[in-house]
């Protein structure tokens, strides 16, 4: 089945550790997308590729990086620089109008 | 810079009877689009409905329907015949229809719908 997969479902991460989560899409589409959710806040724009090779800062782009070397995959690592990554991290991609939703990764710093 | 608001945090509604969710949004832009997404408890994003700016024609899927005011920038979901399965968070989200802009979503806050047997 074509669809968005992000793996892992949770995620607990130390403080001070860097954490890496995971996105892959076979639906063939150029644009892919990494969203922050917070309670009473919607989703957030951290950052967004696309095309391969190339990627542009969202609107919360601070103490997270990603890259983009395969269509396909589009990995959002979490550094320690980020203050508060206590969140739930939604990857989309997108052909056209329409964007499609992985299931999300909760993670959790403790 | 765009932005979305949803005034209502929570909504409840009988079931069987009809809700209708607000959105308002903010932009110079006179070609976009307008969706409403459902995240239901399992937190899987579904795309409801969508709006294109340019057709005067409001949306309708199904029990869904919506009342886009363009010149009020105001974007409404009507859904009629309220079932338990529609009970969810929704948000309302924009995207540019430049392609510059990277296709990206800017989201409301969300309401909270629920349905009451």
């Known amino acids: 089945d074509g669809g968005i997969t992000q793996s892992p479902k949770y995620l607990f991460r130390k403080e001070g550790q860097n954490v890496t989560l995971s996105c892959e899409q076979n639906l063939n589409h150029d644009a892919m997308y990494w969203y922050r959710q917070d309670p009473g806040q919607g989703l957030r724009l951290i950052y967004y590729?696309?095309?391969?090779?190339?990627?542009q800062k969202g609107d919360i782009a601070e103490g997270y990086s990603v890259s983009r070397e395969k269509k396909e995959s589009f990995p959002l690592t979490v550094t320690s620089a980020q203050k508060n990554p206590t969140a739930f991290y939604l990857c989309a991609s997108s052909i056209r109008v329409e964007a499609f939703f992985g299931q999300g990764t909760r993670l959790t710093v403790v | 810079a765009q932005t979305v608001t949803q005034s209502q945090p929570e909504m409840s509604v009988q079931e069987a009877e009809t809700v209708t969710l607000s959105c308002t949004y903010d932009t110079s832009e006179s070609d976009y689009y307008l969706f409403w997404y459902k995240q239901p408890p399992s937190r899987q994003m579904i795309l409801v409905i969508r709006q294109e700016a340019y057709k005067q024609q409001n949306a309708t899927e199904n029990r869904f329907s919506v009342n886009f005011q363009k010149a009020a920038k105001s974007f409404s979901l009507k859904i009629s015949d309220s079932q338990l399965g529609d009970a969810a968070m929704y948000f309302c989200a924009y995207r540019s229809a430049l392609e510059t802009s990277g296709s990206r979503l800017t989201f409301g806050e969300g309401t909270q719908l629920t349905v009451n047997p």
């Open positions: 590729s696309q095309i391969v090779n190339d990627f």
